[in-house]
């Protein structure tokens, strides 16, 4: 499994192109741990909530919060694959299907969890995130 990876595949519908390149680079920066350049695509009110039976209780407001959420999931992982799909526009955000394939720090084992994710935009950054 390669370190770091990102890819879109599947079906994409209503896409916005300033809101598909937002969501793409946070991906991106998210999956190569950039975490300093994921701060300026959110938004300072920024909310993200975890999916349901997530170790972590949500919601993580603001930005640091969301960071903090952000970081301590990489720590986990020594290498992630995110492929992102069924995307759809929604006007003020987007809600799409993320399989997310990881490597674990410690014991090397493989796995993949499928999330769906839905987000609304405030300008051009992210304001809320819901993973489900």
Same mark, same amino acid.
């Given at each position: 499994m390669e370190r770091a990876r990102v890819s879109w595949t599947g079906k994409r519908r209503g896409m916005s192109g300033r809101n598909t390149e937002?969501?793409?680079e946070f991906g991106r920066r998210f999956a190569t741990r950039?975490?300093?350049?994921?701060r300026p695509l959110l938004?300072?009110?920024?909310?993200?909530?975890?999916?349901?039976?997530?170790?972590?209780?949500?919601?993580?407001?603001?930005?640091d !919060? @969301?960071?903090?959420?952000?970081?301590?999931l990489a720590e /986990? *992982? !020594? @290498?992630?694959?995110?492929?992102?799909?069924?995307?759809? /526009? *929604?006007g003020d955000g987007m809600v799409g299907r993320l399989r997310w394939r990881v490597r674990a720090r410690?014991?090397?084992?493989?796995?993949?969890?499928?999330l769906w994710w839905a987000n609304r935009m405030r300008g051009d950054q992210i304001v809320e995130i819901r993973y489900f």
């Open positions: 937002i969501v793409r950039d975490f300093d350049g994921m938004h300072p009110e920024a909310v993200i909530w975890p999916p349901e039976g997530w170790p972590e209780k949500g919601p993580m407001k603001g930005v !919060a @969301a960071i903090r959420q952000f970081e301590r /986990d *992982y !020594a @290498a992630q694959q995110m492929e992102f799909d069924e995307l759809i /526009d *929604y410690h014991s090397g084992i493989e796995s993949e969890l499928e």
